[in-house]
């Protein structure tokens, strides 16, 4: 399908879905939230926002700063919604190491807090953003919804927990979910603390990429406009509900290729420093070396389709960051 073609159905489609609608959001004021929150308010939905670190967003929101951990809140803000995404998480792999009892506590019994109140309040659906973490270290490439799951950090544990959480709903209540696997979001916004971020922000401060092991470890980055497609087409079909979804984009560059690319747009003449597994936060028993998504269930039940490749996607990523240095540090200057 050309992309022309395929933007007009998928816009016709979520348009058709969204509009007038009321939906809460949590997390919304996160990265992928942020993102997903702008679209949804383009497309005339009435949208609430959860977040227990607000930020500022467009002024027809209704924002509410509060945790999922307080179910009061939560089942306050659940109250006339019609369609929930479930965001809120803590991420980051340092974050992860270093407050686990937080990361269940938010990640795990938030998501039960975001059920039961959409079931009290009788909620149409919700989408749930799980992650690819869940799989672990696959057996094979690429990874199917149905293969089995091996999750190596306490984040991807909560992730599939969560995940069984909503199964269990829809089984004993009747509560619509669908649940979706990301895989590696990443564009303009999201915060230093993820791979990519942090190798522009060094490159263009014109220190080397440090890279963790060989370099070959693989990944399949998924630019945010794509991802946010993902989980509004997610929750505009029926064949859905009950169902998990990967997300991501299917097309597979090394962490080596990605320290290389960037290096290139950045003008500048760098290197990477290589680094011994275990010297940083990256450490061998949960580094996951090969990771790509078959997206072939989304494509067939959801019309999903990635549209920006790696190699573009990370270009604009780096452009905006070029322009965000220009207007905060250098004025008007070249880099």
């Known amino acids: 399908m050309l992309q022309e073609e395929y933007s007009q159905k998928v816009q016709s489609m979520i348009q058709s879905t969204y509009s007038g609608r009321r939906i809460l959001v949590t997390g919304g004021c996160g990265f992928i939230g942020s993102y997903l929150v702008q679209q949804l308010v383009d497309l005339g939905a009435h949208v609430t926002v959860l977040d227990a670190q607000p930020k500022p967003l467009d002024p027809r929101v209704r924002l509410i700063q509060a945790d999922v951990r307080s179910y009061e809140a939560v089942l306050d803000a659940m109250k006339n919604q019609e369609y929930v995404f479930h965001l809120a998480a803590i991420l980051g792999v340092e974050r992860i190491l270093h407050i686990p009892l937080q990361v269940m506590e938010i990640n795990l019994g938030g998501t039960k807090n975001i059920l039961q109140a959409a ?83 060094r490159v263009f401060y014109r220190q080397s990429p440090i890279i963790y092991g060989d370099g070959s470890q693989s990944r399949s980055y998924t630019y945010i406009t794509d991802a946010v497609n993902g989980i509004l087409l997610a929750g505009a079909s029926e064949k859905a509900v009950g169902q998990t979804f990967n997300i ?7 962490i080596q290729e990605l320290a290389g690319y960037i290096i290139q747009l950045s003008g500048n003449h760098l290197r990477p420093v290589y680094k011994n597994l275990g010297e940083g936060i990256r450490v061998e028993k949960r580094e996951i070396i090969r990771r790509q998504p078959d997206i072939s269930k989304a494509r067939q039940m959801l019309l999903f389709d990635a549209q920006v490749p790696w190699k573009e996607g990370v270009h604009r990523f780096t452009e905006w960051y070029r322009q965000k240095l220009k207007e905060e540090i250098y004025g008007e200057a070249n880099l």
Not at 138 to 151: L, M, S, V, Y
């Open 119 to 201: 079931d009290a309040c009788a909620v149409k659906r919700v989408i749930y953003t799980s992650s690819s973490e869940v799989y672990g270290e696959p057996r094979k490439i690429p990874i199917c919804e149905n293969d089995p799951t091996g999750p190596v950090s306490i984040y991807g544990v909560a992730k599939l927990a969560a995940e069984d959480y909503c199964e269990a709903f829809f089984e004993e209540r009747g509560l619509a979910y669908t649940c979706l696997r990301l895989f590696n979001v990443y564009g303009p916004g999201q915060t230093e603390k993820f791979v990519m971020p942090i190798f522009i922000s």
């Open 248 to 254: 991501g984009n299917d097309e597979v560059t090394t």
